[in-house]
Structures are given as C-alpha cells and as structure tokens.
C-alpha cells in the first residue's frame, strides 16, 4: 500500500499496519491453502473495517461489510520457476500519474491454462521488496481495471518458496489501495505484465 497523495499520514499507524499484514502472511504460509486463505481474507476484512490506515475512503468505510472475493480455487495455486533475465530498470506508471523506480531481475515462469510467465520487479529503494502485479482478461470487467497484486515483499505480501520457485496462488491476488479511492497512489501493472487467460480467482471489482 503507497501513502496516499498529498495528505499526512500516522508512521506508527502505518507500522502497525505493516505489522499485522506481516503476521497474516506468516500464517499463510504455515496453514493449509484454503484454510489460510480464509483467515487471510477475514484479517484483511478487519483492517480494512477498523484500522486508521484503512484505504477506503470515508462514505465506502460507512458502508463496508467485507471485500469481494471469487471463491476459493485450488486449480488458481501453482509453483512458478524464476528465471533470470538482464537486469533493467524500469520507470512503472502509477493510478496518480507518477512513475515509480523498480528493477526487472527475471520472470516467474509457470502454468496456468498454458505455459505463461510473468516478470518479477524489485523496488528500487532503500531494503527494497519483491514486486509482482498483474493484469488479466478479467481486469476492466470483474476485477479491478488496473490490475492486482500478487506479492508486494515491501509490504509483507509474501506466499513463500524456495530453491528458485514461488508459490503462486492466485486466490491471494487483491486489488492496489487505488481501486478504493483515487487519493492512495499504486504502480499499476505494465504491459508485459498482463495475462491473456481469465484468472477467475481472488478478488473481485470493489463496491456493492
């Protein structure tokens, strides 16, 4: 989640929020699949109901029940081999017009419908962070138009691997703070991150 543009932010209220993502994905990590993603999707359903650095806005917080969700879908967890590719630094559009510094180090190789691969991102910052968003033929339609995140290692979205694989599970793809209100700044997926097949699983456009 980026610090939304031109308001002041609480950094103690920003860690805590960091804080409980990291524990939510630690427990991913060590629960079986659908039963992690159960608590993973009530924990988000908390923060985004009570926490001070929720991203929705103040009449969709009056509102808010849960976050919608496709159901959960084994077939949408599969393990991906990284391959290294030339390192190259790459300037990634954001949802307020900025772009935002990140280094392609490789693509995550994997199957899905098909041999796929998406590229692997690395924020070019201080500590830096795993970054791999995408975008698919449900984007616009009945996901988020520009595009989810998968893992985002900054911000604690982190599903494990080893030994040059990651786990992919697509059920725990979310939207980017910027599909609940416009004031959150997000890099949003480039081109070449976009998925030609339907990934019917994680989560759905945000509203009624």
């Not at 805590?16 to 699949?33: G, I, M, Q």
Request: net charge negative.
């Amino acid at each position: 989640m980026h610090s939304p543009s031109g308001t002041a932010i609480s950094e103690l209220d920003l860690l805590s929020w960091k804080r409980e993502v990291f524990a939510l994905y630690r427990r991913v990590r060590e629960r079986e699949p659908e039963a992690a993603w159960r608590e993973w999707r009530a924990g988000r359903d908390r923060l985004f109901a009570n926490h001070p650095q929720s991203p929705l806005g103040a009449d969709a917080l009056a509102g808010f029940e849960a976050l919608r969700f496709f159901p959960y879908d084994p077939a949408f967890r599969v393990t991906g081999t990284v391959v290294a590719t030339e390192p190259a630094v790459r300037e990634i559009d954001s949802s307020t017009g900025e772009r935002i510094r990140f280094r392609q180090f490789g693509l995550v190789e994997f199957e899905l419908s098909g041999e796929q691969s998406l590229p692997l991102y690395w924020l070019e910052g201080y500590g830096g962070g795993l970054f791999l968003p995408f975008a698919d033929a449900t984007s616009g339609r009945a996901s988020y138009g520009g595009g989810r995140y998968l893992l985002d290692t900054v911000k604690g979205a982190d599903l494990g691997g080893q030994d040059g694989r990651l786990v992919l599970d697509f059920n725990f793809a979310y939207n980017p703070s910027c599909a609940y209100d416009p004031r959150w700044t997000c890099p949003l997926p480039p081109r070449q991150s976009r998925l030609e097949i339907a990934v019917t699983a994680g989560e759905h456009t945000f509203g009624p």
